[in-house]
């Protein structure tokens, strides 16, 4: 039971640089959600899609650009990076709005 | 603007004893509550939740209470086990596909 995966796990990129986060679902779920996670502040939902091609902003969106291709997959980029990007990113998905999420294991990305 | 507070970082409570996490909420327009349970280097996972028309449920050891005219709710777990340490979110659900998280708190369960 694969869930929810994330790739990478790990990322150091520099200033500047760009990069893709990849998230996959294998069970079926229409609504997909990328958060970021900072100390003290708990999780923040940066965008998240409610079915395939479609994507929508969350709380904190400056900085990143997402796409829902397929149903099963949905990218977050960050097109220029900056050290305030530096944070661990969770990928989700779930049946409904406010049914339970499945989360990833998360991606470390540290931006020097 | 914090919706959701979870406002100890941290609780310590010895093994078999009874854990009590609180969290308090200004948005009066939640519809569902949920609390997750994250262990260090994997995500979060759920744990339970409660409707806002309801005052009470339960899962096994653990109990959501909430009290809506205090806009507070708090996971009750009976008995704590050590397995039960990890960082609690408490998340309202405002419907818009938005869930509003808290900052957790990190349980410890003494042996």
């Known amino acids: 039971n694969a869930g929810v995966t994330q790739t990478p796990k790990f990322r150091v990129l520099k200033t500047g640089q760009s990069m893709t986060l990849l998230c996959a679902q294998d069970?079926?779920?229409?609504?997909m959600y990328w958060y970021r996670q900072d100390p003290g502040m708990g999780l923040r939902l940066i965008h998240y899609s409610v079915g395939e091609g479609t994507t929508a902003k969350g709380e904190v969106p400056d900085g990143y650009n997402v796409s829902r291709l397929k149903k099963q997959n949905f990218l977050l980029g960050l097109e220029s990076a900056a050290p305030s990007q530096t944070s661990v990113y969770f990928c989700?998905?779930?049946?409904?709005?406010?049914?339970?999420?499945?989360f990833g294991q998360g991606t470390r990305l540290t931006v020097v | 603007d914090q919706q959701v507070k979870q406002n100890s970082p941290s609780l310590s409570v010895q093994e078999g004893r009874i854990s009590i996490l609180n969290c308090d909420y200004t948005n009066s327009m939640f519809d569902y509550f949920l609390w997750y349970k994250k262990y260090p280097a994997e995500g979060p996972t759920f744990l339970i939740s409660i409707s806002s028309i309801k005052d009470k449920n339960e899962d096994g050891r653990f109990t959501v209470f909430l009290n809506k005219s205090a806009k507070h709710l708090s996971l009750h777990i009976v008995p704590s086990q050590p397995g039960d340490s990890a960082v609690y979110f408490c998340?309202?659900?405002?419907?818009?596909?938005?869930?509003?998280f808290g900052a957790g708190t990190r349980l410890f369960v003494k042996a």
């Open positions: 998340a309202g659900y405002t419907g818009g596909f938005k869930t509003i």
């Open positions: 069970m079926n779920h229409e609504y």
């Open positions: 989700a998905s779930s049946s409904g709005g406010g049914t339970e999420a499945f």
